[in-house]
């Protein structure tokens, strides 16, 4: 039995889709979340700048002696995981492996839609994982930089979303994919807008609820937390937004609870 | 004669729109110009934390020696000059003041609009800036905040674009405005949206342009560097982003050229 808490961290408050269900399906694990709102976003900016983020939001979360630190966040797991996981003495996993995974089993025809930040797509992380686990499968990756600001400003289910994701997902509607990975944090929370124009036949892979089930089985059996304690939720973040309990709770699905705390980031740069 | 630089700042490349009317205005004076790129948008951010920035900004800047620091970014100008302009022995100037006299002298009806981030808007003081200069202007504000990406993404002129602005726009014009203050530097790139939107008849104030009319006639006719001397251009940012080049020629409205180099802007956080 290992009672240490779970690390998790975001670029901001997205992550918190993950978060969500790792409550759902660990829910006797106590979690320290990290969200870096005075660095957001990471998907528009350079491999090196993420690369030095991701470091400093590792150290920051490794002070809590997590057991397993997950980063949430589609372009740090993209780009930096690769160059972190050896560089930290703790357990560091990311979103990509357990997404690609499960497109990997779930597609039938073998072509696989990639979405994410520009970061994200560029890295080509996504799909050389997937050809690794199986060469054959074709993979279309296409960056969609507006979902993040519509979906952070609240067009959710509005038309503009619909004209912009029409432009993005037609490349590969062109293709023929039968499964997208939607490859930020932020796209589940416009999953019907995307699926009323990719149809109901493509499946849609959320990485929060892939990565919260990798999670579980890669904690050792003996590692989770007994039923019956409660767990311990904490909240970092690098700045107050403005609508900070709004945006979160919206990523959450539920009020955002227990200790909110400001850090200062810059301190754990090197 | 003072051979000094003119600093330039702003949380990104969006600055370099003012960068343009300095070149052209001040055609002799040298120019240091820094953009934030690895930690911009300020707009979103806490007051608290835009005035972090801004401070280490304006210490990076001060090793130049410059004449005079003008922060040409709309939000840690409403947001951050206050504090800083004292707590630094260099001049230091922002858009808001040049925006708000030229809208004061512009407007027939006395009834003006600003539009810019939320960081800016909620800050309040473009509006207090007019109500300062003449108590009886009403003055309608109003967050734009999807028009920093669309600009960044390329909507200049595209269906979405003119709806997202329609919805922002109606309230001022409901207001019957007839000058508005495009308090942000994207907005200038999307000033034909805006004039289709609101018609021609509402004046369209550009802050890089004023703000480089009021750095010309604010150093001293001694300090304006001779007619003849080669102007030294040199600019730095915090990230290269990709796409670089492109997006400072689009704000420049020219290749970017002359030394590029990137700063690790942590260094100048205290």
């Keep these: 039995m290992d009672n240490r808490c779970v690390g998790v961290f975001d670029s901001g408050l997205g ?16 979690i320290v979340y990290f969200g870096d709102t005075g660095r957001v976003p990471y998907g528009t900016r ?20 997590p057991k397993l630190i997950i980063i949430a966040c589609g372009t740090a797991s993209s780009t930096a995981l690769e160059y972190v996981k050896d560089r930290f003495d ?3 996993m990311g979103v990509v492996a357990p997404s690609a995974a499960a497109a990997s089993s779930l597609t039938e025809n073998g072509k696989i839609g990639v979405i994410g930040t520009n970061g994200s797509i560029n890295s080509g992380k996504y799909e050389q994982y997937l050809k690794s686990l199986n060469k054959d499968l ?6 969609c930089p507006m979902f993040v600001p519509l979906v952070e400003n609240g067009y959710l289910d509005s038309k503009v979303t619909y004209m912009i994701a029409q432009e993005y997902l037609a490349p590969l509607m062109d293709a023929g994919v039968d499964t997208i990975i939607l490859g930020c944090t932020h796209y589940p929370l416009i999953k019907k807008v995307i699926s009323d124009i990719v149809g109901q036949h493509v499946a849609l892979i959320d ?10 089985s890669t904690i050792d059996a003996h590692e989770v937390d007994p039923a019956g304690k409660e767990p311990e939720y904490k909240f970092y973040i690098s700045d107050f937004v403005d609508n900070f309990s709004h945006t979160a709770s919206m990523f959450l ?9 400001k850090i200062n980031i810059e301190n754990y740069m090197v």
Tied chains: 1, 2.
Aim: with cysteine.
């Design 253 to 261: 699905q539920k009020e955002i609870s227990g200790n909110i705390e």
């Design 207 to 216: 990485p929060g609820k892939e990565t919260a089930l990798y999670a579980r």
């Design 138 to 143: 074709q993979v279309y990756s296409k960056a």
């Design 15 to 30: 992550g918190l889709t993950c978060v969500k269900e790792i409550m759902k399906l660990l829910p006797y694990e106590s």
């Design 90 to 92: 703790v357990n560091i």
């Design 46 to 65: 350079s491999a090196e700048t993420i690369i030095k983020y991701t470091e400093s939001d590792i150290r920051f979360l490794k002070q809590f002696d």
